[in-house]
């Protein structure tokens, strides 16, 4: 019993030293030759697991250390994750019921990234190891939904998602109603809120906080248009501002900008503008697959 944990220890330090040797030595490279980088490879998580003897798990939990150095360190500089992925694939596959390094990916790889496909093949291979949690088909339906547009596998998803075990109560009727509004940016706020609830990332978080406040926007030039509209067809002219809208009743108020801007009407293109985000999201998806840092 003694030799046995003397081993693991033994095992222990050497991993972390090689772990440190690593860094360093891609440090060293990285300050000599910056456009190396791509170049660096790590084997893959099948040669990984016959190397480590056995210990698996605790392989998987140093290099998704490693992963979420990489993120913080490239978060903070380039914001280019080009290894993200590979290196979370490994993770899960010497652990593959290690939820966390799925949930993570999944996250940043479809927030941050822009990498949906890389994403969504995360979350496929977290729900074959672990088909009964919720959360991997959630956010394998909400990524259908709004980044894809693919309607059909964003409810095949999210209906698997409302039976499993310790799915949130209103997600049935979520399900029920993604067919009916799936292009209201409501609906994809409400989705955003629960990631927001299930992550405890400060960085993550504070992603999806952006997300928000641009579908918050969305929505209220959504309300804001359709009642300019209304009130050309009662009164024959476009309003001059929407204080305009407010004293012909069709609105209690104008909406608070997100952002600490204001709503205005762009009277050359008859439309209803955001003096902090000018351009408008399309069907709310195609601006966010990737933002500039």
Same mark, same amino acid.
């Given at each position: 019993?003694? %030799? ?55 392989? $998987? ?7 979420? +150095?990489?993120?913080? +360190? ?5 914001? %280019? ?22 949930e993570f990916g999944a996250i ?46 964003? $409810? ?11 799915h949130p109560a209103y997600l ?34 504070k992603e999806i906080e952006v ?13 804001? %248009? ?52 000018? %351009? ?14």
């Amino acid at each position: 019993m003694r %030799e046995g944990r003397s081993f693991l220890f033994i095992l222990i330090i050497l991993l972390l030293i090689c772990v440190y040797v690593l860094q360093y030595n891609i440090e060293n490279i990285k300050k000599a030759y910056p456009q190396f980088e791509s170049l660096l490879y790590l084997p893959t998580g099948r040669f990984i697991k016959s190397a480590v003897l056995g210990f698996d798990e605790l392989a $998987a939990d140093i290099l998704y250390v490693k992963a979420i +150095g990489y993120f913080g +360190g490239h978060y903070l500089s380039d914001r %280019e994750y080009e290894w993200l992925y590979h290196i979370l694939d490994v993770v899960t596959t010497l652990s593959p019921a290690f939820k966390d390094p799925y949930e993570f990916g999944a996250i940043i790889l479809a927030l941050e990234a822009g990498e949906i496909e890389n994403s969504n093949r995360l979350l496929k291979k977290g729900i074959k190891h672990s088909p009964r949690y919720w959360r991997f088909p959630f956010y394998l339906g909400f990524n259908y939904f709004f980044y894809l547009g693919d309607y059909q596998s964003a $409810a095949f998803y999210m209906e698997r998602a409302s039976r499993s075990p310790g799915h949130p109560a209103y997600l049935p009727s979520l399900t029920s109603r993604l067919y009916a509004e799936a292009r209201n940016p409501e609906y994809a706020i409400e989705f955003l809120i629960e990631i927001y609830k299930g992550t405890e990332d400060e960085m993550i978080k504070k992603e999806i906080e952006v997300r928000i406040k641009e579908l918050i926007i969305e929505r209220d030039l959504n309300l804001l %248009e359709k009642m300019v509209r209304r009130y050309v067809q009662l009164y024959n002219h476009t309003p001059l501002s929407l204080k305009e809208l407010v004293k012909s009743n069709l609105i209690k108020y104008i909406p608070k900008e997100p952002f600490g801007g204001h709503y205005y009407i762009d009277e050359e293109a008859g439309l209803v503008r955001s003096s902090t985000h000018p %351009e408008r999201l399309g069907i709310y998806r195609s601006s966010l697959l990737k933002r500039n840092p």
